[in-house]
């Protein structure tokens, strides 16, 4: 029997495959909407609660990675919060994304992306449903056969425009090892990250073949990033004060 290690490998490079066989095509209108959005006014605010909070701050100050997302941090979600467990709770409260998306100032041109591997819980779903009220068009991020799975109400992908499928399993874990009755080696993270990263490359491929300026990051930690960073962050400043932390 190959080990734990080469068997998540496996169950990880079927879920990259099955992305870039079913995905392409969501990810070139998603793309399109963003290239839309960062063309006029807009910025792509960025939700999701727990882990997957990090596939939103993947997208956020970073090298190569736009200036345009606005992560919309809730301390009662995120995994710093103690005692930990208490953020599973919190992201099934009714109403709750309706007060947290009431604090974010969002302009007409503006999309929102919403990360939820199950697509579930009350808070991402309720974001997207509150996003939409507001005239937001929403990207969801997701897993569309763990979604499906069990009984629940409304689900993410029923109320998005968008839908990226991460193709990962019910349960999200990959690797069944011998005597214990859960699996082991979550896929979401990186898949969901492979999907966005390519969204997020097309976005400046479209702008840059618009004749667009494309403002993304530079490293900070090379030569003339961090003089470079400060010259965009100026120009544009009005859009930035839209984006937490600028």
């Not at 507001?134 to 997701?142: D, E, F, N, Q, S």
Request: glycine content about 10%; overall charge negative; some cysteine.
């Amino acid at each position: 029997m190959t080990s734990a290690q080469h068997r998540y490998f496996e169950g990880l490079d079927a879920c990259l495959d099955k992305i870039r066989r079913t995905q392409r095509d969501v990810i070139e209108d998603a793309a399109r909407r963003l290239a839309d959005a960062f063309s006029g006014r807009g910025i792509l605010h960025a939700f999701g609660c727990g882990h997957s909070g990090l596939l939103v701050q993947d997208l956020y100050y970073r090298a190569g990675g736009s200036m345009l997302v606005n992560p919309i941090f809730a301390h009662d979600l995120m995994l710093h919060h103690r005692p930990v467990w208490l953020t599973s709770h919190f992201e099934r409260l009714e109403g709750y994304a309706r007060t947290l998306l009431e604090g974010v100032t969002i302009d007409p041109e503006d999309v929102l992306l919403v990360v939820s591997t199950s697509g579930k819980n009350a808070v991402p779903v309720g974001m997207a449903l509150a996003a939409r009220e507001r005239g937001l068009p929403v990207i969801a991020l997701t897993s569309v056969i763990y979604a499906e799975t069990g009984a629940t109400s409304t689900r993410l992908h029923e109320v998005a425009d968008v839908v990226l499928d991460n193709g990962c399993v019910a349960g999200d874990a990959v690797v069944s090892v011998d005597g214990l009755d859960q699996k082991v080696g979550a896929a979401s993270t990186v898949a969901g990250s492979y999907i966005l990263q390519a969204m997020m490359a097309r976005v400046a491929e479209l702008l840059a073949e618009r004749g667009a300026e494309v403002p993304i990051f530079y490293s900070g930690n090379l030569s003339d990033g961090s003089e470079k960073n400060e010259q965009l962050m100026e120009k544009y400043r009005e859009r930035l004060k839209r984006c937490t932390g600028f």
